[in-house]
């Protein structure tokens, strides 16, 4: 008699066959059956089948099941592969009466001497075929493998690239004359003079030092052309101002022009009696120097405010450029049947 058929007309679906078997093989049907069943909807035997919207099932592994196991050493981790030996199965001629046989053997007491606790003759069926060697038996091997990938560090590196920028105000002046424009806090021009609340004292020894050395000629020299340059704009902007009767008393000797452009820059830069009194400070080249030094954003608006400025130059510069790349977390995969 079918399992699809009897007295009772008791039909068989794949969840019942899934809830009463084991593995791959439900207990208490043929192997036709099975295979059968195999095409139903729910039916989806252990490790690579799928459920029951196609989508596939990843079943745990147990590691103390894997067998033959290998490591391949590989770039920042390794692979391990291993193999798990699926259940028996009984390929020879089986016998018709083989069932009471071992219903027999059940019923005898000698299963149970074997090492047999149950009493289900498919069970015991199993049992005996686990214990079984030679041609007749088929025994799956199931190949399974694993992924281990190490902890990487960051890394670091160093280019050279090339970049542009805007040339400073005074980095054209300073190359033309070597002058060391390093400035510190506050935007100071680093230069070993004595400085008071803010000002060059041109009164102390340590001043007229630096102003006597080799660095100091040079910062004296440039600011000379420097001053020479004011000096012509502030001339050019009186002589605009003038009329021409004043124009006509200056030519024929009448008047100090040099006197006045004097008088314009000390207004212009800010010069005050505590200046001399307090730092030395008593002329324009004086002044001028120590804008240079301790407050070069105010020479900058005075130079630019006498039309003296140019367009920043765009300089391109090779700079070190360094780069990081971030580390890695590594990772463990769990034991998974091998699609290769």
Sequence with gaps: MGIFSGKDKFVMNALRIKERGSKNTPSNFSDKAVNFMKGMPGYYPEMHETDATGKKVEHAIDPDEIQNITTVEGEGGRKMYGEILGEKEFVGEKDEGI????????????????????????????FKLEQMEGDDV???????????????????????????????????????????????????????????????DFRNNKTSQWIDSDEGQKVIGGLGDMMGNIQEAVKNQLLENMSDREK???????????RRIDQELRGIMKIGPNDARGYGISTPFHKLLDLYTNDPDKLQQIIGALGLTQKARTITEQQEVESSTPGTEGYETNWRQRKD
Excluded: H, P
């Excluded at 069932?99 to 069926?125: H, I, N, R």
């Excluded at 006509?248 to 040099?258: T, Y």
């Design 99 to 126: 069932y009471d046989a071992l219903q027999k053997e059940l019923d005898s007491g000698f299963a149970k001497k074997k090492g047999f606790k149950g009493t289900d003759v498919k069970e015991y069926e199993k």
């Design 138 to 200: 088929k025994q799956e091997k199931i190949q399974v493998e694993k992924e281990i990938k190490d902890d990487t560090l960051g890394g670091s590196m160093t280019e050279i690239k090339e970049v542009e920028r805007k040339e400073n105000f005074f980095e054209g002046f300073e190359n033309q004359f070597e002058i060391d424009g390093t400035r510190g806090e506050d935007n100071r021009l680093q230069i070993d003079v004595a400085v008071d609340g803010g000002k060059i």
């Design 248 to 258: 006509q008393l200056l030519r024929a000797g009448v008047g100090n022009i040099n």
